[in-house]
C-alpha cells in the first residue's frame, strides 16, 4: 500500500514538472489605440478590467505556474477577444456604442470584474459610485 502511494505521488510530482514545459501564450501586444475617456473612467477600467482587457496585462507569478497558467491565459485571450481597451479607438462607432452597452451590462449585473479576479485582486472590486460612473459613461452619448 505505501508503495503504491508512493509511486502515486511520484506520478503526480512528474506530471506537474511536465506540465510546466508546456508553452502558454503571455504576450503583450503593443497598444495601438488605447481608449480616449475621461481621467477617472480609464482610471477604473485600468484598476478592474486591463489585465484581462487590454494589451497591458500584469502577468503575476502564479499566472507563470501551470496549470493556473492556462486558466489565466485563456481568460485574457477570451477576455481581449471580447473586448480589448487597447484597440478601442479603431472600432467603428457603432461597435464601441455596442461595447460600451455590453460593458454597463455586465457592471450592472456583476458580472465583471470575473468573481475570481476580485478574489485575487480586491481592489478591482467596484464600488457603488464607481458603478454610477461607469454607468453615465456608457449611456451618454
Ligand atoms: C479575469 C479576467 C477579466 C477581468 C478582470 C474582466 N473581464 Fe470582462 N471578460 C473576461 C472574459 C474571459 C470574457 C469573455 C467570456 C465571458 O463573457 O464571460 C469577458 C467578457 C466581457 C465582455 C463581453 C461580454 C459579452 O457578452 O460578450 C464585456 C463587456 C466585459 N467583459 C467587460 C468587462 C469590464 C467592464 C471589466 C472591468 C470592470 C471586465 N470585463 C473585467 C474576463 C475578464
Redesign the pocket.
Known amino acids: 500500500m505505501r508503495r503504491v502511494k508512493r509511486i502515486i505521488f511520484l506520478l503526480l510530482v512528474i506530471t506537474f514538472v511536465g506540465i510546466q514545459f508546456i508553452e502558454v501564450e503571455r504576450t503583450n501586444p503593443p497598444v495601438t489605440a488605447d481608449i480616449n475617456a475621461p481621467t477617472e473612467i480609464k482610471t477604473?477600467?485600468r484598476t478592474?478590467?486591463?489585465?484581462?482587457?487590454s494589451n497591458e496585462t500584469v502577468w503575476p507569478w502564479y499566472s507563470k505556474i501551470a496549470p493556473v497558467s492556462w486558466l489565466?491565459s485563456?481568460?485574457?485571450k477570451?477576455?481581449r477577444?471580447?473586448?480589448n481597451f487597447s484597440e478601442w479607438e479603431k472600432l467603428y462607432s457603432e461597435k464601441r456604442a455596442k461595447?460600451k452597452k455590453?460593458?454597463w451590462?455586465?457592471?450592472n449585473k456583476d458580472?465583471?470584474?470575473?468573481d475570481?479576479?476580485?478574489y485575487l485582486?480586491p481592489s478591482?472590486k467596484?464600488e457603488m459610485i464607481q458603478k454610477d460612473m461607469?454607468k453615465k459613461w456608457a449611456t451618454n452619448d
Open positions: 477604473i477600467f478592474s478590467c486591463y489585465d484581462c482587457h489565466v485563456n481568460d485574457v477570451d477576455g477577444k471580447h473586448l461595447l455590453e460593458i451590462d455586465e457592471v458580472e465583471m470584474p470575473l475570481i479576479y476580485t485582486h478591482a467596484l461607469i
